[in-house]
């Protein structure tokens, strides 16, 4: 029960900043705020095969 209130105080908040994932395509590097955000601290995504 402790779970589920601190789970529904998470999906609140998220509902109410009214952000939302950015869509992507599969198979595709993510969406290009993922790199912009690595940029800014000046860090890369790992290019792992």
């Known amino acids: 029960e402790a779970a589920w209130t601190w789970v529904d105080g ?3 908040a998220w509902e109410q900043s009214g952000d939302r ?6 198979g595709s590097d993510g ?6 955000m690595m940029d800014r601290d000046g860090r890369a995504w ?3 095969s």
């Open 10 to 12: 998470l999906i609140e």
């Open 21 to 26: 994932p950015e869509n992507y395509s599969a």
């Open 31 to 36: 969406p290009l705020a993922a790199a912009m």
């Open 46 to 48: 790992w290019e792992g």
